[in-house]
């Protein structure tokens, strides 16, 4: 499977929109953007595209994707429902 990005930066928490997250990251003084399709304001991603093994391509909105794994202030959102 491939997803967009949904990484954010901040505490651990399953919730894509929590405000906490942080959705830009500095790098030699230039800000980047750490999710594909960022929102309103905050940057949130407002969802992502998810390749599945049989190559079809389902939308999923933000709020039907959760945590995946994090790193330190890096969180990956990639856990959606498979049924």
């Not at 997803?3 to 800000?31: F, H, S």
């Not at 959760?66 to 202030?73: A, T, V």
């Amino acid at each position: 499977m491939l997803i967009d990005r949904l990484q954010g930066l901040g505490p651990r928490t399953t919730n894509v929109y929590d405000a906490r997250l942080r959705w830009t990251t500095v790098d030699e003084g230039k800000n980047w953007r750490t999710a594909n399709h960022p929102g309103g304001g905050s940057g949130a991603p407002e969802g992502g595209n998810f390749l599945f093994e049989d190559g079809h391509v389902e939308w999923f909105h933000g709020k039907r994707v959760s945590l995946g794994s994090g790193s330190g202030e890096w969180q990956c959102f990639y856990k959606i429902p498979i049924n």
